[in-house]
């Protein structure tokens, strides 16, 4: 299941990357040996072609392996309130079977990182991110004796798999009622004849569609791989890899780590991490609950209010705004932000950015200085920018249950 | 009696692109169409249980994207999706496929040719060269080179200026370019013939031209120019069918309070005084309006819908001599299971693109020596997709539809009209051609709809069911097209414009036209202008 490279003598077996338990499945679709890595595992960056798999994600389904994930269970009767003290929004209100969207932050307010909190049991859960996080959960549960945290990260194999036909092939898998799970719901259903039921359905994911995650242990992996691969056959079924998804969670209007927010915990320079705030998750803080992590800071940072705010920008033309200076006149000489994450939006045929701009300056026009380069020359454009409130992709299917079949 | 702003006749793609421009306008617009649905050539109807046509055209890649975005076509249902690689095959079996990766793509050639492969990375830069200078100017009204106003000066220096910045070397190529036939053209960059016919087909389709005519090289280009997402030369689908490119845009016609009515033919065209003041409808209707915009073809709009009387002399002669020859088929056929083809391998990125049934160059040629003498091809050029293979939406999961266009089938054949004998003897044809490529393929036929020009005349009511509203040849382009001193989208009799694919850019679901004669129907009426500039990744 895991290298077959440690078991043999290859010298550069320690150098070598660790593969997830799809890997095998998932190295013969990689047409294009493009990989990359995440968290120490080999990982793809697209399969065939990222554009196609992008639409994958849009137009058929297709799946994404989330296996390097960091996933921790936290059980035990202090566990709910451990995460509670650790998070910024109330854990205490999370049902049994739900998932909830989580950031946490460092006592000045910083954000560590996000995750999603599965509630398993009264009291258990499930926290999955993207960083390594044992260290600042083993710092969290200072206290907290009644309770135990398990890395998980290598003992629960998960697929996130998206797009519009997701519910038809999951039904076609013989997964009854899953067209009536809800969003941020979970259910569990039997596989390969198990009664145990060890197969754990989520309706979540990071494309801002119609999706699931899929989370079984990784003994079971490849043959689920298989059961899921020929459902999914007659519905466009494909895996995609790290460029998909960065394009899918852009239009979804979703941060991502190192592109967004620079994790605090990993920040050198004085500020140069964020707070919730400036990265638009207000929504995420909840003051009416007792102390957590950060409370104090975040109090007087709501209160002073921030000097940078994330926003969602449409931009004039078509030449992505990727590392571009925001600037509040055409001339560009007022600077008053930077471009995080841009991109041409297939589906919505937009021209799409997410942006720290001086907050400020938010109600003000907006121009981006655009550098694009034309076989070999380098060539720059000054374009017009629009703010946009609501995210760029957000189909009714995401959230309609039951979704319709397409 | 209620007198609307603008009565736009036909509700195709650029019918309801003309009036949504109108309509955003504050204009109060009605769109009339004769069928009980609309789209027009881009349309997709439920012809079998649970199987959605695009009966006529099928694929896109024309489609201005500044008009989508404008629009809002994608709130209105729009998505766009690429489709991925073609097949094509030769008489002898052969088949070669066009890959999605550039190195993929280059082995393939080599295999057939490495002269060739080499050959094409020029053969991509010249056409690259000639297709950036018309994409320009897609979504710019033509300018009349006789004319000394203002405006036609500034467009003429404009398109003096895209063709000089070409150099003098490629000037003169390009001028050559557009009067060479495909097979000329290619015949500089290629020695295999699979390569050259491949390559040759676009040059043909929808046109009753050979591959040996001259004139069907600028054919080809029309039909790589377009892109999606800026990848030039690639095609989509729109998901759910040809139609949903039509019902977004009708959405956007209803948001900007805009009227469409089905089941509303036009009779006539009313003119009073030298000036259009409405239509009168099939079933007796007049219905009035300060302006009319023809969505009709032009030879349909002046010799069908108008008296001659009221036309200017010479009108009614040019509109009749107008080259607009119907040449091509389309079988739409729904399979009970996805084709297997001889020589492809089993491979779902092949399977989700097209197929090319070219033969090879004297094939092709054949096909159309069978037109000219009044006969459907007995080999016919088959392009063919199959949208289920990669759109949920057309077909019930693992059953597939199969869009085929055929050329050459004549308008008119020699042994007297059509007959539904005729037609399904025609399907016949094409469904035995398959069949040699892909045995079994009859086995998997659930449903069939042919049609050959006198279908699409009868039901789109394009004349000759000629698929580019008259032919995509120099003399009916750019400042020529419909006819010399009316590429401005302003007709003969005064309030009259014309928006469909019989002026200028031509043929193709790229909703140009339409927002085009919109635009100078606001430059008349001294509104501001709603319709937007084309924005381009090759700038």
Redesign the interface.
Known sequence: MMNSQTESSDPFAGERLKESPFHPRQAALNL?NAWSSWNGYKFADYY??E??EY?CV???CATYDICPMQKYIISGVDAEAMLDRMVTRDITKLKENRVTYVCWCTDEGRLIDDGTIFKLGTDKFLLTCGSPSLAWLRKSAFGFNQMKIEDASDTIAGLSFQG??TC?VLK?MGLEGIDQLKPFCIAHFSFAGSEDKPLMVSRTGFTGDLGYELWINPSLALSFWDALYAAG????I?PYGEAATNMARLEAGFIMPGMEFNEALKTIHYHYDQTPFELSLDWLVDFKKPHFNGRTALMSARDTGSEYTLIKLDIE??KPAEESFLYADEGCIKEIGYVTSAM?S?????NIALAMVKTEAIKDSIWAEIYYT?ELRHHSKVAKCKVQSKPFWAPDRARATPPA?? | MKKYDAIIIGAGHNGLTNAAYLAKAGLDVLVVEKNEYIGGAAVTREMHDGWFYSSCSYVCSMMR?AI??DLN??KHGL????Y?GTVVFADNGDTMTSY??EEAEYNQLRRRSPHDADAMFRFQADLGRYAQLIRKTLLRTPPDPTSFRPRDIRELLWLAKQFWSLGEKELYEYIRFFTMSAADFLDDYFEDDLIKAAMASPGVIGTALGVYSPGSAYVLLHHVMGD???NVGAWGLA?GGMGAISNAIAGSVKEHGGEIRTHAGVDKILVKNGKATGVVLENGDELYANIVVSNMDAKRTFTQCMDKDDLPPGIYEKAKNFKIRGSSGKVNIALSGLPKFNNVADN??IN?GGQGFVGSMETLERAYDCWKHGRWSDDPFIESVIPS?????VAP??QHWMSNFIQYCPPQLADGPWTPEKRDAFGQTVVDKIERYSPGFKDLIVHMEVRTPHEIEAEVGLTEGNIFQGELTIDQLLFNRPFPGYAQYRMPIKNMYMCGSSTHPGGGVSSACGANAAREILIDLKRPNTVPED????E
């Open positions: 294009r065939y072609d554009e196609y639409f849009r137009n058929s519009p036909t038809e076609r056959e007659d519905y466009g494909q033309g078509n041409w297939p589906v919505v045929k937009a034309k079949a397409f | 994207q989508h975005r076509l994608t998505v766009l999706v690429p991925l999605h990766s999606v997402d800026g998901r779902r990125y989700r293979a990669w759109d949920p939406t999961p693992g924005d381009f990744y090759d």
